[in-house]
Nanobody, 122 residues
Framework: QVQLVESGGGLVQAGGSLRLSCAASGRTFSRYAMGWFRQAPGKEREFVARISSGGTNTYYADSVKGRFTISKDSANNTVYLQMNGLKPEDTAVYYC???????????????WGQGTQVTVSS
């Protein structure tokens, strides 16, 4: 069982930066691949980024590639999403999730956080 709690969301102007954190409970955190997803109003939840259990392999959605960076600190049971060059279209609730495999498929993530709101003003 893994419990996830996101933090770090907020209101930022276009071009600004935010760093989201996802704190995980449980001793087996290092075994899980982690992903970030987002859901804008009226839209389906979509993949943003994921990182392998060992933290060495990452993958990003085309819409955020080159602007966002996912990282994993297994010693502190935390995964981060550094977001630079934010755009109004990045506005959404951001969720972290844990999976036994490194995947971009939403339905393969068994554990989810409650989400944190990111709002980017133009």
């Amino acid at each position: 069982q893994v419990q996830l709690v996101e933090s770090g969301g907020g209101l930022v102007q276009a071009g600004g930066s935010l760093r989201l954190s996802c704190a995980a409970s449980g001793r087996t955190f290092s075994r899980y691949a982690m992903g970030w997803f987002r859901q804008a109003p009226g839209k389906e939840r979509e993949f943003v980024a994921r990182i392998s259990s060992g933290g060495t392999n990452t993958y990003y959605a085309d819409s955020v590639k080159g602007r966002f960076t996912i990282s994993k600190d297994s010693a502190n049971n935390t995964v981060y999403l550094q977001m630079n060059g934010l755009k109004p279209e990045d506005t959404a609730v951001y969720y972290c999730a844990a999976s036994t495999i490194a995947t971009m498929k939403l339905n393969e993530y068994a554990y989810w956080g409650q989400g944190t709101q990111v709002t980017v003003s133009s």
